[in-house]
T-cell receptor
Framework: DAGITQSPRHKVTETGTPVTLRCHQT?????MYWYRQDPGHGLRLIHY???????DKGEVSDGYSVSRSKTEDFLLTLESATSSQTSVYFC????????????FGPGTRLTVL | AQKVTQAQTEISVVEKEDVTLDCVYE???????LFWYKQPPSGELVFLIR??????QNEISGRYSWNFQKSTSSFNFTITASQVVDSAVYFC?????????????FGTGTRLTVIP
């Protein structure tokens, strides 16, 4: 399995506070992704990165920003958390080959009160 | 636009029964990739299989088998002689070659419960 870790694994925060989730991979994968998982919706793409400093929006990007200053790290920031952002967040990465699967991190459960 | 439909929200079977999880997809791309992932109660996502649009061979891996049919845009997953450890949420996903980032589009998942 690819070495992908996420931190924190659990977080409870209050509405209006900024939150940053970190994804770290040790596989030198070029592509990295952030998803959120909600009941009835499966996983939906928030943002993705195709290289250092190269990022783009996904299906549900409103209220989120990302940064990638190093190949191994991909940060997801909620500038001002809202209750609708309560979710489980998954990070994933994959190699350059488009045929290859994405490897997922263990997930971060975020609760916004 | 791409879309993945898993019409079965929840399925319950008794141990040792066979079960098939359905996946229907939509895409305009001629080159695309299909995946199945398993999410056990512990929450992680485990990759099971991938298929590209040019490979319609069915695949068998132990008790698992996959039936890919382009004519019906389906990529169904069968578990033979189900076991309690198969209890999980299963996701079907699609990515398109035209999408340079090969983002994954997921279905909403099927929760399988295997009753001992």
């Amino acid at each position: 399995d690819a070495g992908i870790t996420q931190s924190p694994r659990h977080k409870v925060t209050e509405t209006g506070t900024p939150v940053t989730l970190r994804c770290h991979q040790t596989e030198n994968h070029r592509y990295m992704y952030w998803y959120r998982q909600d009941p009835g919706h499966g996983l939906r793409l928030i943002h993705y990165s195709y290289g250092v400093k190269d990022t783009d929006k996904g299906e549900v990007s409103d209220g989120y920003s990302v940064s990638r200053s190093k190949t191994e790290d991909f940060l997801l920031t909620l500038e001002s958390a809202t209750s609708s952002q309560t979710s489980v967040y998954f990070c994933a990465s994959r190699t350059l080959s488009s045929y290859n699967e994405q490897f997922f991190g263990p997930g971060t459960r975020l609760t916004v009160l | 636009a791409q879309k993945v439909t898993q019409a079965q929200t929840e399925i319950s079977v008794v141990e040792k029964e066979d079960v098939t999880l359905d996946c229907v997809y939509e895409t305009r791309d001629t080159t695309y990739y299909l995946f199945w992932y398993k999410q056990p109660p512990s929450g992680e996502l485990v990759f099971l299989i991938r298929r590209n649009s040019f490979d319609e061979q069915n695949e068998i891996s132990g008790r698992y088998s996959w039936n890919f049919q382009k004519s019906t845009s389906s990529f169904n997953f069968t578990i033979t002689a189900s076991q309690v450890v198969d209890s999980a949420v299963y996701f079907c996903a699609l990515s398109e070659a035209e999408d340079g980032a090969n983002n994954l589009f997921f279905g909403t998942g099927t929760r399988l419960t295997v009753i001992p």
